[in-house]
């Protein structure tokens, strides 16, 4: 029979059994660990399946869907000296006369890349000049005069220089006319563009008779 120890004895026993309960309890009263992946079920919260921003939980309203799944209007303003002709999204625009004044025009168009191509024809004295803007959204991509412009003396032939993959490398940026003979034949004309800070350009001296091309590379987004 064994020997019962006395009661003296097993009070510290009894104390640090006591202490090693508080301190470290049962695997049954642990939180349960977390071993899902985001956006799964059962992963014991905070690996996602929830809401506050974790992922797999609502959606943002503001972030539903794909933004490039709809259309965006582009708004371009334009004028050229004397007569021009415009291509954009599968449109032609024009022709129009009337380079004293901005013809203003807005179009729908998907998300991805796409070109303004502008083709103008001078009718009197000098080589033809062009000036415009691009918004997006009501947001300015582009003016004349910033150099993101490509221009071509003369007229490019065919059609393949209205496509947005067409290669324009070997096309300048345009120049502009001398202050004194732009003040001179053209003054401050459209006076909305020229306002807001966009410029004529020419692809050489405007002051020689020709035709010539222009386009814009530009992303809708």
């Known amino acids: 029979m064994p020997r019962l120890l006395p009661l003296a004895a097993l009070l510290p026993l009894l104390a640090a ?8 309890p049962a695997p049954g009263n ?14 014991g919260g905070g690996g996602g399946g929830g809401d506050g921003g974790q992922p797999g939980g609502p959606t943002d309203p503001e972030t539903e869907g794909d933004p490039c799944e ?7 303003g334009l004028a050229a000296d004397d007569i021009w002709t415009a291509w954009v999204g599968g449109q032609e625009l024009g022709p129009v006369e009337q380079w ?17 191509a502008v083709y103008a024809t001078d009718a009197h004295q000098a080589i033809s000049g062009f000036i415009a ?7 300015v991509v582009a003016r004349t005069g910033d150099g993101s ?22 096309w300048g940026t345009g120049l502009g006319c001398d202050v004194a003979a732009a003040t001179g034949w ?3 004309q459209p006076a909305d563009l020229t306002g807001a800070g966009a410029w004529w350009i020419w692809p050489r001296d405007c002051l020689s008779l ?5 386009r814009l590379r530009f992303t809708v987004e």
């Open 186 to 188: 053209w003054g401050n």
């Open 70 to 76: 709809e259309t965006r209007t582009v708004r371009f």
């Open 133 to 139: 803007e691009v918004q997006v959204e009501g947001r």
């Open 17 to 24: 059994c006591s202490d090693y309960g508080f301190a470290n």
């Open 149 to 170: 412009w490509r221009v071509h003396d003369g007229d490019p032939g065919g059609n393949a220089w209205k496509d947005p993959a067409f290669d324009d490398s070997g």
């Open 210 to 214: 020709g035709d010539a091309a222009f």
């Open 100 to 116: 004293w004044q901005t013809t203003w025009n807005e179009v729908e168009l998907e998300c991805g890349e796409h070109v303004l």
């Open 30 to 43: 642990l939180d349960p660990l977390d071993t899902g992946r985001p956006g799964e079920e059962g992963d």
